[in-house]
């Protein structure tokens, strides 16, 4: 079995890093401990929209990114530790397979967890590791997080969306209590001490160390740069859905938007209230049709556009962050 511990603490790395030796270095097993620094990572078949608080995932720079597997969307910080095993496909490679060894390291220290559901791990009934596994040409790739010492505040608030009622036929997060297991060790255990008796619990004898080379190290960026780190990939990659915006807007009126939208970009518009406008929304919508979901996108698509012939007294940056907010 090879080993290694990722350096990198941003996402998109190590993500690209998980692909890489997913698809590559297909004749060892591979047991991968890595941390990322204020991240949402998103199941492959999740809306981004509908897993996250926009504004306060932006006002706190924290990042979203959609990994290779499904399941429900996980919050990262260095206070979570992340897991990743890569092995053939077998009879008794399953979900017990892979969080077995977490629950031993935190038995060893006096804490009792449980794998429960399909993909969780709770201490008394409150989730501190969610699971997700992609499979492919006989491999398994099964990566897990552990909260240690989360910010559970943070948390809560990027992990809460914003209320807009949202139709889609993608896959939603179930909504759990958590905690971080250094609530339930009774002596002072650190995330390295933590970490270094699950590496020990996971490794047989004759394990070696992986030590990517700079050729390497350089393919994983560019995989990063071409995709995890896309907008195209993390929001644009969304499934089709269909979501109802309301806002009230003083000296404008009360707004109900109605909005399609397809891998990321606007399909169209619908638009009622107690609104005055000299001019039908059917023409904005036509002319935004096709503009990805990003402020910047569709303020420059309306660079010409006087809202107020639409939407009197609306000013163009309510508007604009009411579509993509």
């Not at 720079?61 to 996980?74: C, M, N, P, T, Y």
């Not at 080379?213 to 907008?231: C, G, K």
């Not at 399909?267 to 107690?274: I, K, L, N, P, R």
């Amino acid at each position: 079995m090879l080993y290694y511990e990722s350096k990198s603490t941003d996402p998109y790395f190590n993500l690209a890093l998980e692909q890489y030796l997913f698809d590559n270095v297909i004749t060892q097993n591979i047991f991968m401990l890595w941390q990322n620094d204020n991240t949402i990572v998103i199941g492959k078949n999740q809306i981004a929209e509908a897993e996250i608080s926009r504004p306060f995932v932006e006002a706190h720079d924290i990042k979203v990114a959609r990994r290779l597997s499904g399941g429900g969307a996980v919050y990262h910080d260095m206070g979570n530790l992340n897991f990743t095993f890569i092995v053939p496909e077998g009879d008794d490679i399953n979900f017990q397979y892979f969080c077995r060894p977490v629950m031993k390291t935190l038995a060893q220290f006096g804490v009792t967890a449980e794998a429960r559901g399909r993909n969780d791990i709770t201490i008394d009934g409150k989730k501190f590791s969610g699971n997700a596994q992609y499979r492919k040409k006989g491999r398994v790739m099964h990566h897990g997080t552990i909260m240690f010492n989360s910010d559970l505040e943070t948390l809560q608030a990027a992990l809460t969306p914003t209320e807009n009622k949202l139709q889609s036929k993608g896959v939603s997060s179930v909504r759990s209590r958590v905690t971080n297991i250094s609530e339930h060790f009774g002596v002072d255990i650190t995330l390295e001490k933590f970490k270094d008796a699950l590496a020990k619990n996971v490794l047989p004898h004759d394990y070696a160390t992986y030590e990517p080379t700079d050729e390497e190290i350089a393919t994983i960026t560019q995989l990063r740069d071409n995709l995890y780190s896309t907008w195209q990939w993390n929001f644009g990659a969304s499934p089709r859905y269909a979501v109802q915006k309301r806002r009230r807007v003083e000296n404008c009126g009360t707004l109900e938007f109605y909005l399609k939208v397809a891998q990321g970009k606007l399909v169209a518009f619908e638009c009622y209230g107690d609104y005055f406008g000299n001019r039908p929304y059917q023409e904005l919508s036509e002319l935004l049709s096709g503009c990805e979901l990003r402020p910047e996108v569709m303020a420059a698509a309306l660079t010409n556009i006087d809202i107020n012939e639409y939407f009197y007294n609306l000013p163009k940056e309510i508007f604009v962050d009411i579509i993509c907010s």
